[in-house]
């Protein structure tokens, strides 16, 4: 399942993080352990196409998989 499949299934095609404004929060990327070598060894050893960040607090450990799937050319969202 790609990005685009799950924004026409959950959104009706609308991308809901599209165009935000660009004064409606400052970055403040935090997390616990967010750039852990266990992260990008998960991604090397499953290349997942789907990745599901739950307990998620301000969103590092997101960014951080994000780019290891992109780093890798994984087609994930």
């Known amino acids: 399942m790609t990005r685009q499949d ?3 299934a ?5 991308d809901p993080f599209a165009d935000p404004p660009e ?7 935090q997390g616990w352990r ?8 998960a991604v090397e050893q499953f290349r997942p196409s789907v990745v599901v960040d739950v307990g998620t607090w301000k969103g590092a450990s997101a960014l ?10 994984i087609p994930g969202t």
């Open 64 to 73: 951080h998989l994000t780019r290891a799937l992109a780093e890798r050319d």
């Open 10 to 14: 959950l959104w009706h095609g609308r």
């Open 23 to 29: 004064a409606l929060h400052p970055l403040d990327l």
């Open 34 to 41: 967010s750039r852990d070598p266990y992260l990008d060894e």
């Open 6 to 8: 799950l924004i026409a």
